[in-house]
Protein backbone atom coordinates (compact mmCIF):
# COMPACT_ATOMS: atom_id res chain seq x y z
CA UNK A 1 0.00 0.00 0.00
CA UNK A 2 2.03 2.85 -1.17
CA UNK A 3 0.72 6.02 0.69
CA UNK A 4 0.94 9.13 -0.58
CA UNK A 5 0.63 11.87 1.93
CA UNK A 6 -0.34 15.35 1.96
CA UNK A 7 2.59 18.29 2.20
CA UNK A 8 1.73 19.02 5.73
CA UNK A 9 1.47 15.32 6.89
CA UNK A 10 4.50 14.03 5.26
CA UNK A 11 6.34 16.68 6.73
CA UNK A 12 5.12 15.96 9.74
CA UNK A 13 6.22 12.53 9.76
CA UNK A 14 9.64 13.33 8.33
CA UNK A 15 10.32 15.19 11.44
CA UNK A 16 10.44 11.89 13.53
CA UNK A 17 13.69 10.34 14.47
CA UNK A 18 14.59 7.89 12.60
CA UNK A 19 14.74 4.09 14.51
CA UNK A 20 12.56 5.69 17.42
CA UNK A 21 9.69 3.36 18.43
CA UNK A 22 6.45 5.70 17.70
CA UNK A 23 3.24 6.25 19.27
CA UNK A 24 0.86 8.43 17.07
CA UNK A 25 -1.92 9.72 19.42
CA UNK A 26 -4.88 10.31 17.32
CA UNK A 27 -3.87 7.82 14.05
CA UNK A 28 -7.23 8.43 12.27
CA UNK A 29 -6.62 6.25 9.30
CA UNK A 30 -3.27 5.11 10.07
CA UNK A 31 -1.78 6.64 6.75
CA UNK A 32 1.67 8.14 8.95
CA UNK A 33 1.52 4.73 10.66
CA UNK A 34 2.00 3.12 7.88
CA UNK A 35 4.11 5.82 5.99
CA UNK A 36 6.37 5.66 8.76
CA UNK A 37 6.89 1.96 8.37
CA UNK A 38 7.38 1.69 5.02
CA UNK A 39 9.57 4.47 4.59
CA UNK A 40 11.74 2.41 7.16
CA UNK A 41 11.77 5.68 9.84
CA UNK A 42 10.18 3.41 12.75
CA UNK A 43 10.93 -0.43 13.16
CA UNK A 44 7.23 -0.57 15.27
CA UNK A 45 4.15 2.35 15.43
CA UNK A 46 1.76 2.49 18.05
CA UNK A 47 -1.35 3.96 15.97
CA UNK A 48 -4.03 5.07 18.61
CA UNK A 49 -6.82 6.82 18.33
CA UNK A 50 -10.08 7.94 20.77
CA UNK A 51 -12.57 6.88 17.68
CA UNK A 52 -13.40 3.52 17.13
CA UNK A 53 -14.67 4.33 13.51
CA UNK A 54 -11.59 5.69 11.99
CA UNK A 55 -9.53 3.32 13.87
CA UNK A 56 -11.47 0.15 12.52
CA UNK A 57 -10.74 1.94 9.36
CA UNK A 58 -6.90 1.79 10.32
CA UNK A 59 -6.59 -1.77 10.91
CA UNK A 60 -8.05 -2.44 7.69
CA UNK A 61 -5.46 0.11 5.66
CA UNK A 62 -2.71 -1.73 7.70
CA UNK A 63 -3.51 -5.37 7.42
CA UNK A 64 -4.02 -4.26 3.80
CA UNK A 65 -0.42 -2.65 4.11
CA UNK A 66 1.04 -6.34 5.09
CA UNK A 67 1.99 -3.99 8.19
CA UNK A 68 0.34 -5.56 10.71
CA UNK A 69 3.19 -7.48 12.62
CA UNK A 70 4.62 -3.64 12.78
CA UNK A 71 1.64 -1.54 13.69
CA UNK A 72 -0.43 -2.28 16.76
CA UNK A 73 -3.38 -0.31 16.43
CA UNK A 74 -5.11 0.44 20.42
CA UNK A 75 -8.37 2.48 21.44
CA UNK A 76 -6.67 4.91 23.17
CA UNK A 77 -7.40 8.73 24.73
CA UNK A 78 -4.53 9.99 24.67
CA UNK A 79 -1.54 8.05 26.05
CA UNK A 80 -4.44 6.02 28.55
CA UNK A 81 -3.33 2.77 26.64
CA UNK A 82 0.25 3.14 26.21
CA UNK A 83 2.80 1.70 28.63
CA UNK A 84 5.76 4.19 29.85
CA UNK A 85 8.51 2.94 28.02
CA UNK A 86 6.49 1.25 25.02
CA UNK A 87 7.80 4.29 22.88
CA UNK A 88 10.66 6.72 21.98
CA UNK A 89 8.60 9.59 20.08
CA UNK A 90 5.39 10.52 19.95
CA UNK A 91 3.05 12.16 17.21
CA UNK A 92 0.14 14.42 18.27
CA UNK A 93 -1.26 16.09 15.20
CA UNK A 94 -4.59 17.91 13.56
CA UNK A 95 -6.17 18.75 17.27
CA UNK A 96 -6.33 21.79 18.84
CA UNK A 97 -3.81 23.38 21.20
CA UNK A 98 -5.66 23.11 24.24
CA UNK A 99 -6.20 19.37 23.97
CA UNK A 100 -2.81 18.74 22.98
CA UNK A 101 -1.46 20.00 25.91
CA UNK A 102 -4.30 18.53 27.93
CA UNK A 103 -2.88 15.11 26.57
CA UNK A 104 0.60 16.17 27.40
CA UNK A 105 0.20 16.84 30.91
CA UNK A 106 -1.78 13.21 31.32
CA UNK A 107 0.97 11.42 29.41
CA UNK A 108 3.90 13.61 31.04
CA UNK A 109 4.60 10.56 33.50
CA UNK A 110 5.36 8.37 30.47
CA UNK A 111 7.85 10.13 29.68
CA UNK A 112 11.56 9.96 30.58
CA UNK A 113 14.69 12.14 29.72
CA UNK A 114 14.85 12.11 26.07
CA UNK A 115 11.73 11.14 24.92
CA UNK A 116 10.39 12.93 21.21
CA UNK A 117 7.26 14.27 20.59
CA UNK A 118 5.85 16.01 17.06
CA UNK A 119 2.97 18.69 17.39
CA UNK A 120 0.98 19.94 14.97
CA UNK A 121 -1.79 22.34 16.91
CA UNK A 122 -4.65 23.71 14.85
CA UNK A 123 -4.69 26.46 17.09
CA UNK A 124 -3.29 28.19 20.62
CA UNK A 125 0.48 26.97 19.03
CA UNK A 126 1.91 29.58 21.22
CA UNK A 127 -0.19 28.13 24.50
CA UNK A 128 1.68 24.68 23.28
CA UNK A 129 5.06 26.51 22.77
CA UNK A 130 5.18 27.76 26.65
CA UNK A 131 3.70 24.75 27.88
CA UNK A 132 6.79 22.87 26.50
CA UNK A 133 9.03 25.89 27.95
CA UNK A 134 7.55 25.49 31.60
CA UNK A 135 7.19 21.66 31.82
CA UNK A 136 11.26 20.97 30.67
CA UNK A 137 10.47 20.20 26.89
CA UNK A 138 13.58 21.60 24.92
CA UNK A 139 12.06 23.02 21.42
CA UNK A 140 14.63 21.36 18.63
CA UNK A 141 13.00 22.21 15.63
CA UNK A 142 9.95 23.96 13.88
CA UNK A 143 8.67 23.76 10.81
CA UNK A 144 5.58 25.85 9.38
CA UNK A 145 3.64 25.88 5.68
CA UNK A 146 0.35 27.14 4.25
CA UNK A 147 -1.58 24.30 2.79
CA UNK A 148 -4.87 24.93 1.59
CA UNK A 149 -5.23 28.44 2.31
CA UNK A 150 -4.69 27.88 6.09
CA UNK A 151 -1.00 28.02 8.05
CA UNK A 152 0.41 25.25 10.13
CA UNK A 153 3.17 24.71 12.45
CA UNK A 154 4.90 21.69 13.08
CA UNK A 155 7.16 21.61 16.32
CA UNK A 156 9.82 19.00 17.38
CA UNK A 157 10.60 18.96 21.01
CA UNK A 158 12.48 16.61 23.61
CA UNK A 159 12.00 16.01 27.40
CA UNK A 160 15.38 17.36 28.99
CA UNK A 161 17.46 15.32 31.20
CA UNK A 162 15.96 18.09 34.06
CA UNK A 163 12.87 16.86 33.63
CA UNK A 164 9.40 18.04 34.02
CA UNK A 165 8.75 21.85 35.62
CA UNK A 166 12.43 23.24 34.99
CA UNK A 167 12.20 26.74 35.04
CA UNK A 168 15.06 29.54 34.82
CA UNK A 169 16.44 30.15 37.90
CA UNK A 170 17.22 33.61 37.90
CA UNK A 171 13.93 35.14 38.04
CA UNK A 172 15.41 38.45 37.19
CA UNK A 173 16.06 38.62 33.95
CA UNK A 174 15.69 42.00 32.01
CA UNK A 175 13.46 43.32 30.11
CA UNK A 176 14.94 42.58 26.48
CA UNK A 177 14.91 38.49 27.63
CA UNK A 178 11.40 38.54 29.06
CA UNK A 179 10.18 40.23 25.54
CA UNK A 180 12.01 37.84 23.46
CA UNK A 181 10.83 35.12 25.83
CA UNK A 182 7.09 35.92 24.99
CA UNK A 183 8.08 37.02 20.76
CA UNK A 184 9.88 33.08 21.08
CA UNK A 185 6.49 31.68 22.79
CA UNK A 186 4.27 33.31 20.51
CA UNK A 187 5.36 33.44 16.80
CA UNK A 188 8.33 30.42 17.61
CA UNK A 189 12.03 30.80 18.20
CA UNK A 190 13.36 28.19 16.06
CA UNK A 191 11.48 29.61 13.20
CA UNK A 192 12.82 32.91 13.58
CA UNK A 193 16.30 31.68 13.91
CA UNK A 194 15.63 30.24 10.48
CA UNK A 195 14.53 33.19 9.52
CA UNK A 196 11.67 31.30 7.81
CA UNK A 197 9.71 32.36 4.31
CA UNK A 198 6.48 31.46 5.86
CA UNK A 199 6.80 33.03 8.92
CA UNK A 200 7.69 36.40 7.16
CA UNK A 201 4.60 36.09 5.02
CA UNK A 202 2.09 35.52 7.78
CA UNK A 203 3.45 37.72 9.94
CA UNK A 204 2.91 40.28 6.66
CA UNK A 205 -0.32 39.40 6.22
CA UNK A 206 -1.22 39.84 10.01
CA UNK A 207 0.15 43.27 9.91
CA UNK A 208 -2.10 43.98 7.54
CA UNK A 209 -5.30 42.71 8.76
CA UNK A 210 -4.11 44.29 12.05
CA UNK A 211 -3.33 47.71 10.36
CA UNK A 212 -6.88 47.36 8.84
CA UNK A 213 -8.66 46.82 11.58
CA UNK A 214 -6.62 49.80 13.56
CA UNK A 215 -7.72 52.23 11.09
CA UNK A 216 -11.60 51.13 11.40
CA UNK A 217 -11.33 51.11 15.09
CA UNK A 218 -9.75 54.48 15.75
CA UNK A 219 -13.06 56.12 14.31
CA UNK A 220 -15.17 54.42 16.41
CA UNK A 221 -16.08 55.99 20.30
CA UNK A 222 -16.06 53.92 23.40
CA UNK A 223 -14.15 52.28 25.94
CA UNK A 224 -14.30 48.88 24.47
CA UNK A 225 -12.72 50.57 21.24
CA UNK A 226 -9.89 52.08 22.72
CA UNK A 227 -8.84 48.82 25.21
CA UNK A 228 -8.88 47.38 21.56
CA UNK A 229 -7.05 49.59 19.79
CA UNK A 230 -3.86 49.44 22.52
CA UNK A 231 -3.75 45.50 22.02
CA UNK A 232 -3.49 45.92 18.61
CA UNK A 233 -1.01 48.75 18.63
CA UNK A 234 0.91 46.08 20.99
CA UNK A 235 0.23 43.24 18.82
CA UNK A 236 1.86 45.27 15.73
CA UNK A 237 4.46 46.37 17.97
CA UNK A 238 5.53 43.01 18.66
CA UNK A 239 4.74 41.35 14.97
CA UNK A 240 7.50 44.51 13.69
CA UNK A 241 9.95 43.54 16.04
CA UNK A 242 9.82 40.13 14.75
CA UNK A 243 10.08 41.25 10.99
CA UNK A 244 13.23 42.70 12.18
CA UNK A 245 15.05 39.77 13.29
CA UNK A 246 13.86 37.91 9.84
Known amino acids: MNIKLSKRMKLIADMVTPGKRVADIGCDHGYVSIYLVEQKRSEHVIAMDVAKGPLEIAKKNIMSSGLSGKIDVRLSDGFDALEAGESDEVIIAGMGGNLIIDILKRGL ?138
Request: with cysteine.
Open 109 to 246: HKMSAGYELVLSPQSDVPLVRSFLRENGFVIKDEEMLVEDGKYYNIIKAELSEMGVNTETENKENDSAEDKQLILNDTYGEKLIEKKHPVLKDYLEKQMEKYQGIFCRLSKSPGEGAVKRLSEISSELSDMEEVMKQL
